[in-house]
């Protein structure tokens, strides 16, 4: 007979050592997945070995490339703030400039092209900037790429009016003759990031403003050799990450500690973390998760739906993978080969790893899981092979979802099929089945990436990264597609 002791304060001190053992142990599993994910991301990083930063000379290239097409629209500036846009034509993005918050006082670019006689090959751009006075040494200090020894930089002072002192500059009050006999304003394209106070207060000063442009956007949306370059490395590192931590994944592992793991694996290779979404099972029917999601568990049966992001060197990945863990070994009874054959007739592919194939508790439902993930990939083939200059954006989008509606999953294809990418995650141009009037350029990058989401039930996705080619079909900057449902 066993004597309870009827203190229950004396039985904490056991209560906790028993919490501190489990915890122990979990760290103690979490630490070997860990070490494992990044032992196996680390045995190739030859994707990094093309990627270098973009040189001051393109920065400069890119806005005469703008400048051009300004010329071409009847544009006198393109006016933009601190963001991904001023990223791309001036290496400095919000955060570099205020890491906190958006600046109250504006800080604009101000591109503009040069007509003058001392440009004789071809139009170029004149870089200019407006800063208040109490920073233009800061904005110097910067390292803003400029073929001018010095940065012209229009100074206003706190209690000016910064957009008046802007019209009337030399930038714009030495053309005011011109433009009085064309009985015009200056017109100034926004970027599209800028925020609306300083558009009106534009235009409260004098200014005509307008919105982009298809020539203006197309000079971002082509990308060039070195861009592709980052774009494959970072898109083939954030995959590679992905596939090296799936066989290192447990049963009882929560999405959250996922997220972890696969976060710490990109800081390991240099990357910036960007986002993470990792979703299991009926979790993966929300294409981006929420708040609801991160408490679930991982078991052996799990479709795993993971779309991850990351930044190196000012360059965006976004890719998405669906897989299961690695089944248990020898735990449950085996799969007839009767069976196993058939699933891989109707699929495509291995319904299990070699000698692993293992009983699900529930066929059916893993039967249509495997049905979805190869439709989804097959999806996938057709959008790629749709990736040709001159085609609409519309009929990339329009390929996939017909093999995905052939397949009767027409209602679970929610979203558009994908989008350009380059130092944003999401650009232009769009692919959804009503962009008709956006036709593909060599240059342009996509994501391609179909998905079927089964509410309540389980989601898959997949997503890579295509460039559109001059002749032939897309190059694929994302490594290898995925094979199988065990491999990624």
Not at 90 to 117: C, K, Y
Not at 178 to 199: A, G, T
Not at 416 to 425: F, Y
Request: glycine share 6%.
């Amino acid at each position: 007979m066993s004597i309870i002791n009827p203190n229950p304060a004396l039985r904490v001190p056991r209560y906790l050592g028993l919490q501190s053992e489990i915890q122990h142990v979990r760290r103690s599993k979490l630490d070997r997945v860990q070490r494992c994910a990044n032992d196996g991301l680390h045995q190739d990083l030859s994707f990094l070995d093309a990627a270098k930063p973009i040189t001051a000379d393109e920065f400069i290239q890119r806005r005469d490339r703008l400048a051009s097409a300004l010329a071409a629209s009847g544009i006198d500036a393109f006016v933009l703030e601190p963001g991904y846009t001023f990223q791309y034509y001036g290496n400095i993005s919000q955060t570099d400039w205020e890491p906190w918050e958006p600046e109250e006082r504006p800080f604009l670019m101000v591109i503009m092209p040069d007509f003058s006689p001392n440009t004789t090959d071809g139009i170029k751009a004149k870089t200019a900037f407006l800063a208040p006075h109490f920073e233009e040494g800061r904005v110097r200090m910067l390292g803003i790429p400029s073929r001018e020894p010095e940065l012209d930089i229009v100074a206003w002072e706190e209690h000016w009016n910064p957009y008046t002192t802007l019209h009337d500059s030399h930038l714009f009050g030495d053309k005011s003759n011109n433009f009085k006999r064309q009985q015009r304003q200056p017109k100034l394209m926004v970027d599209e990031e800028i925020r609306d106070y300083i558009v009106r207060g534009l235009e409260d000063a004098g200014f005509e403003t307008v919105g982009s442009n298809p020539a203006v956007e197309l000079v971002r949306q082509q990308k060039s050799s070195a861009e592709v370059e980052l774009l494959r490395a970072v898109n083939t590192g954030t995959v590679e990450a992905v596939r090296a931590m799936r066989p290192c994944l447990v049963p009882d592992l929560t999405e959250n500690e996922v997220t972890d793991i696969l976060n710490k694996a990109l800081l390991s290779i240099g990357f910036q973390l960007f986002f993470n979404i990792v979703l299991f099972e009926e979790h993966g029917a929300l294409p981006h998760g929420g708040f609801v999601t991160g408490w679930k568990k991982l078991t052996h049966e799990s479709m795993v739906v993971i779309d991850v992001g990351a930044h190196y060197l000012g360059y965006s990945s976004d890719i998405c993978r669906s897989f299961f863990i690695d089944p248990p070994k020898k735990k449950h009874k085996c799969w007839s080969k009767v069976i196993v054959s058939v699933l891989k007739y109707l699929t495509g592919f291995n319904a299990m790893p070699a000698d692993e194939h293992c009983m699900p508790s529930n066929c059916e439902l893993h039967s249509e899981k495997l049905l979805v993930w190869n439709t989804v990939l097959r999806a996938q083939t057709a959008a790629a092979q749709a990736f040709q200059v001159n085609a609409t954006a519309a009929s990339v989008d329009i390929a996939a979802r017909t093999v995905i509606e052939d397949a009767g999953y027409g209602e679970a294809f929610t979203h558009r099929l994908g989008h350009g990418i380059g130092i944003k995650a999401h650009e232009s141009p769009y692919l959804n089945k009503w962009n008709t009037d956006v036709r593909l350029q060599h240059g342009m990058v996509f994501t391609n990436e179909p998905g079927i989401y089964l509410e309540n039930r389980f989601g898959v996705r997949h997503e890579d990264i295509y460039l559109v080619q001059e002749n032939g079909e897309a190059e694929l900057l994302s490594g290898r597609r995925a094979k199988g449902p065990y491999d990624p």
